[in-house]
């Protein structure tokens, strides 16, 4: 295996982890809907930040940053929209 496909291969292998890792805390969310555990700081934080991890993987056309941090960002945005709607 040649050293990019090696470096494509860890990096899809990583982002199936980080991305992987990340469901479930986003399916309760969904399923329950409570959100009084979420930090809204931290979630604000997060989402800007993987959208910024999604833009630097755009620029470099790093694809296995750019989809897993997509994936990451529509679930991390879902909770934040959901930690405004639904914060008591």
Same mark, same amino acid.
């Given at each position: ?7 494509? =291969?860890?990096?899809? =292998?990583?982002?199936?982890?980080? %991305? &992987?890792? =990340? ?8 399923? %329950?809907?409570?959100?009084? &555990?979420?930090?809204? &700081?931290?979630?604000?934080? =997060? ?42």
């Amino acid at each position: 295996m040649s050293t990019p496909a090696l470096a494509d =291969f860890i990096g899809y =292998f990583a982002a199936v982890l980080t %991305t &992987g890792s =990340f469901v479930p805390q986003a399916w309760h969310t969904f399923t %329950t809907r409570d959100v009084s &555990g979420i930090s809204l &700081g931290m979630y604000s934080a =997060f989402t800007v930040g993987v959208a910024s991890w999604t833009i630097y993987g755009l620029l470099l056309s790093a694809w296995p940053v750019v989809i897993a941090n997509l994936i990451t960002l529509a679930l991390a945005a879902s909770i934040l929209i959901m930690k405004l709607r639904y914060r008591s």
